[in-house]
């Protein structure tokens, strides 16, 4: 079956319809290119046709994109991948350039006819690339439509027309925040942007198009007429020069220069700028095959986009019946308390919000209240929306409302007598074989379960905080938890639109066991004499959202001393951090607890605004005199996190790779352009990293020791992704 059909109404008005088969949005892939092509051809050498309208079959979308399998199939068809791809590319070109020109004459543009875009809604990727290739594009008034180009966050950039045709229309700066940030607009916004022509009402989308196409407009696309100027200016400009300038050192401070794709993209543009329109596709073409080959973007392809996609859809999710949650409790409505319940009235689900006192619940529930109101001052939220979303959570101190729930989530006080007092309180009333999920960070889930009178009903579900912001979700098998409940919090968490990862139970978990030595390390240098600008300048070089000493400000460094002190108590002699004890002791004693207490490794003003390092901090530790190269200190910082990342692996708490790597990234920011830890190192090489570690193990200790998996790899030169691609280990 064909994803594209062609009607031909009354009046000469030829519809082309996407409908791809199968799914519920439209996909872009090499036959749908194909068929596109040839019905645009056949209607444009029909005599009865005097113009198109492109539109979709499926209800309140356009199109979510290209089928990012298409690059991989160009990639790997050829012992030429450069000029496989580059051909594959130029082809695509070729389909949305003969749209654009509509068979006008090419040297005096007449002829032709008008070809329009009817979008219902949703126009994302390529979905928005071949209507900026049509000569007006119309979109339904649908507010939760989002149209734009997404491609920068995945590591690419726009390769199909989408980046010089965007830029010629709008000018490199108004076009700097669809292409260089990726954002997204309703259509409202869009059209104010200059991205789509007209917002009409659902009801009249296909007829106005319709009436445009008969209206005999004028088609030529303004780069394709004599003396066309680029918007803003080109790079010759005064005007075109600045823009250009500031662009570059917007991109490198945002980037610091470790993502491909928009250093790529911004040369796209900019040298298209200078030519002919013909030759700055060639031009965008081919800086779109140099990112391609970069393994940054096909680690972030498969991580961003492959990856995280099969994890949303249940990749690892047990054979059991549909979970939908229709009613769950909140217990405790602290911080994450408040979060949880408010990203579950957001998708629809009743929520028992419980607190100790009726004060403390409705402090939780005005969390939502006050989200509300911030999405009603941007004019995303209506206040008949807030009422409704407020009208789906019970803010109470009577846990007799928990009677119905089919999902509890507890996220009480880290404590193991409160949560063992919580969860018998809980299963008085919901019984033991309602699914249990603790919140928590650290604390062990099967000593947890030890107080549920159903082990197999009993869970872990780590949010990341802020919850409402924070994407991935952590979930924890205990020893004892069941199928269903696996399944359940899984359920749980694409209701909620959120991207799971399940790990099985160890001190803490997956994350907080990866992040923990990344913090360690950053302090550990202080203690040694490395100046903190040096530590902290180098992991976000190296693309982490924030240095480890900023990290541990963020996250309260009381929190520090009391994961150090449980974790010591636990390991015993073991124990492998009092260097770091030291300097965090000594930081907590001072009263210097971190953002919350406006004193720690940074200062802060009386707003709590972040203005600098502490300068004091050398009285204590002095910067050494000779300091260590930047990539020394890049290597420490991200081999203290990936090495956890290997022997959670090996430890079977991690048990896919591309959880890993997703969870890396979601959950604390490591590195995105390196698609994750298990990806970095596939990109570094197994031999070379090993060998990176035996000079650190050497130089700095046994914490960077080479894991035995590693040496495995290393020694056949192999790769965890050609092991464990598919979260099962393939070796012989």
Known sequence: MTDFTLAIDDQGVAVITWDTVGKSMNVMNQQGFADLDALVAQALTDDAVKGIVITSGKDGSFAGGMDLNIIAAMRDSSDDPAKAIFDGVMEMHGVLRRIERAGMDPKTNKGGKPIAAALPGTALGIGLEIPLACHRIFAADNPKAKIGLPEIMVGIFPGAGGTTRLSRKLGAMGASPLLLQGKLNNPTAAMKAGVIDEVVPAEDLLTKAKEWVLSEPNIVKPWDDKGWKMPGGAPYHPAGFMTFVGASAMVNGNTQGVYPAAKALLSAVYEGALVPF?????????????????????????????????????????????????KVGVIGAGMMGAGIALVSAKAGIEVVLIDNSQEAADKGKSYSADYMDKGIARKKATPEKKEALLGLINATTDYAALEGCDLIVEAVFEDMGVKAEVTKKVQAVVGPDCVFATNTSTLPITELAQAAENAEAFIGIHFFSPVDKMNLVEIIKGQKTGDVA?????????????????????????????????????????????????????????????????????????????????????????????????????????????????????TYDDKGKREGLWSELGDKYPVAADQPDLITVQHRLLFAQVLEAVRALEDGVLTDIREGDVGAILGWGFAPWSGGPFSWLDILGAPFAAETCDMLTETYGDRFKTPDLLRELADRNGTFYARFGEGVDTAA
């Open 486 to 602: 696996v399944a359940k919090a899984l359920d749980f968490v694409r209701q909620i639109r959120k991207t799971p990862i399940v790990v099985n139970d160890a001190r803490f978990f997956y994350a907080n066991r990866c992040i923990i030595p990344y913090i360690n390390e950053g302090i550990r240098m202080v203690k040694e004499g490395v100046s903190p600008a040096l530590i902290e300048n180098a992991a976000k070089l190296v693309g982490m959202p924030l240095g480890p000493l900023q990290l541990v400000d963020e996250t309260s460094i009381d929190l520090g001393v009391k994961i150090a002190k449980a974790t010591k108590a636990a390991m015993g002699d073991a124990y492998p951090d009092g260097e770091v004890d030291e300097v965090l002791f000594w930081m907590a004693d001072a009263g210097r607890m971190g953002r919350k207490s406006n004193a720690g490794f940074y």
């Open 278 to 326: 013909d030759t700055a596709l060639k031009i965008e073409a081919r800086w779109f095959t140099h990112v391609l080959l970069n393994p940054s973007s096909s680690a972030m392809i498969r991580s961003l986009f492959i990856n995280k996609e099969k994890l949303e859809k249940g990749a690892n999710r047990p054979d059991v019946s549909d979970q939908k949650v229709k």
